[in-house]
């Protein structure tokens, strides 16, 4: 079982901020929070991940609440080509939920539409 | 660089037939992945190689399905008997070591988009 909640879809504006939110209650201290996101026809791509602090690269920002049973992916500028499926993961440091070998659990993942 | 690639990119086959994809991993990259991805789901884990051999198969959804990787890059999936339950996109992923390390980011080939009639 997925062990994340995101909301099926959300809609954004070109080039507005956007923030896709994840629900993680059952996270535990050696969980690491990972987005994947799968553009059209294409395989899944890494974005961004953390463990407590606030993560920034050249793609997202990922904010982690203090009690970690949240996260929030952040785009700041949303383009017509982040238009894709995010996949909020969870990784155990040690071994993966479901996976002894570091294999992904997606779950369905947010749906991201942006208007021009 | 280049990057995983994964043929065929559409494979049609009918019921019953035997069909093998194939994936090319990043060069140098140690770990391999096999995911199954229905419309409208998550990829579904099937398969993972470190090196040559399978070091957890407990994805594989029966003994219809079958992977390889004999020299440690290309890997091949195969399916016996296909069903049209079958019918999905097969995505292969490579990472430079395997585990669940925080930072072994997997990349991701565009997929084999399996139909069986």
């Known amino acids: 079982d997925a062990k994340t909640t995101q909301p099926n879809s959300m809609e954004s504006n070109e080039e507005e901020p956007v923030h896709l939110p994840c629900n993680h209650s059952?996270?535990?201290?050696?969980?690491?929070i990972h987005w994947y996101r799968q553009l059209p026809s294409q395989g899944p791509e890494y974005v961004i991940h953390?463990?407590?602090s606030n993560v920034n690269n050249r793609m997202a920002s990922l904010a982690i609440a203090e009690d970690r049973k949240s996260s929030t992916l952040i785009l700041h500028r949303a383009t017509l080509r982040d238009a894709a499926v995010y996949y909020c993961i969870l990784r155990d440091s040690r071994g993966n939920y479901g996976g002894s070998q570091g294999n992904l659990i997606f779950g369905k993942g947010t749906k991201l539409s942006v208007k021009p | 660089g280049a990057g995983v690639s994964q043929t065929p990119s559409n494979k049609v086959t009918e019921k019953g037939k035997y069909v093998e994809l194939r994936c090319d991993p990043i060069s140098g990259h140690t770990a391999l992945y096999w995911y199954r991805q229905s419309l409208g789901q998550g990829p579904e884990f099937l398969i993972y190689f470190q090196g040559t051999g399978a070091a957890d198969d407990s994805g594989l959804p029966n003994d219809r399905f079958f992977a390889v990787r004999p020299e440690g890059s290309v890997s091949t999936l195969k399916i016996q008997r296909t069903e049209r339950g079958d019918s999905a996109v097969y995505l292969c992923?490579?990472?430079?070591?395997?585990?669940?390390?925080?930072?072994?980011?997997?990349?991701f080939g565009p997929g084999t988009r399996l139909t069986v009639l």
């Open positions: 059952t996270i535990s201290g050696t969980d690491y």
């Open positions: 953390g463990l407590t």
């Open positions: 992923a490579s990472s430079p070591s395997g585990g669940a390390g925080s930072y072994n980011e997997q990349f």
